[in-house]
């Protein structure tokens, strides 16, 4: 068992399930929170994030298969996917993979999922196909609202952010990930637009005082 990544939730190991490599990811014991409490945070958020991954799947979306998984031990062991992750196909100039990436997370936002975490090191490309991975911080949603729309508009920012960061083309890239994610989330997708240029609007200002 292999430690390969460490946050402030859960620790992440490669293992060897029955002769498959595999991922376990593990929520420890929090021993600043009264132990009942601690159980029962680990517990639902385990059981939350199969949840999670299981919607996104039969959604379209395609997630790490779940082989195990113990709420009583907060912990899931999964598939383990190689691949490079959106942040090195972008560096490397894979512009294109942003629309894909528009369209699951469009998709994921029609079934009423929130991913919670749209980092691009959780959209990995493998074997020519987008996964998604880190499900632990998402939320379902029955039913359209306001409030529904300003999370989906609060997911996408955290990726848009990123393209923030490639200057004059960035605007272009937002573009390739906006037109993916129009076509999966249809008239509802104008609503999430509008709500992230608020979000954005809101964080230039906040940057210039």
Do not use: C
């Amino acid at each position: 068992m292999l430690l390969i990544a460490k946050g402030a939730e859960a620790e992440i190991y490669l293992v060897d399930w029955f002769g498959i490599r595999a991922v376990l990811k593990w929520r420890k014991p929090k021993t600043y929170r009264d132990q009942t409490l601690d159980y029962l945070i680990r517990r639902r958020r385990t059981i939350n994030e199969v949840r999670n991954m299981y919607i996104a799947y039969t959604a379209g979306v395609r997630v790490p298969s779940v082989y195990f998984f113990d709420p009583e031990k907060a912990s899931i062991v999964m598939e383990y996917i190689e691949g490079e992750n959106l942040r090195d196909l972008l560096n490397r100039g894979r512009f294109d993979v942003l629309l894909r990436a528009g369209a699951y997370v469009g998709k994921m936002h029609k079934a009423g999922l929130i991913h919670g975490d749209l980092a691009p090191t959780n959209i990995i490309q493998s074997g020519g196909e987008l996964y998604f991975i880190d499900f632990g911080l998402g939320e379902a949603r029955a039913g359209w609202s306001r409030k529904t729309a300003v999370l989906m508009a609060r997911d996408v920012n955290v990726l848009l952010r990123t393209l923030d960061l490639y200057g004059d083309r960035a605007e272009e890239l937002r573009q390739l990930f906006w037109n993916g994610y129009r076509d999966e989330m249809g008239p509802r997708a104008s609503v999430v637009e509008k709500e992230v240029a608020r979000i954005r609007a809101s964080g230039r200002y906040v940057e210039r005082r």
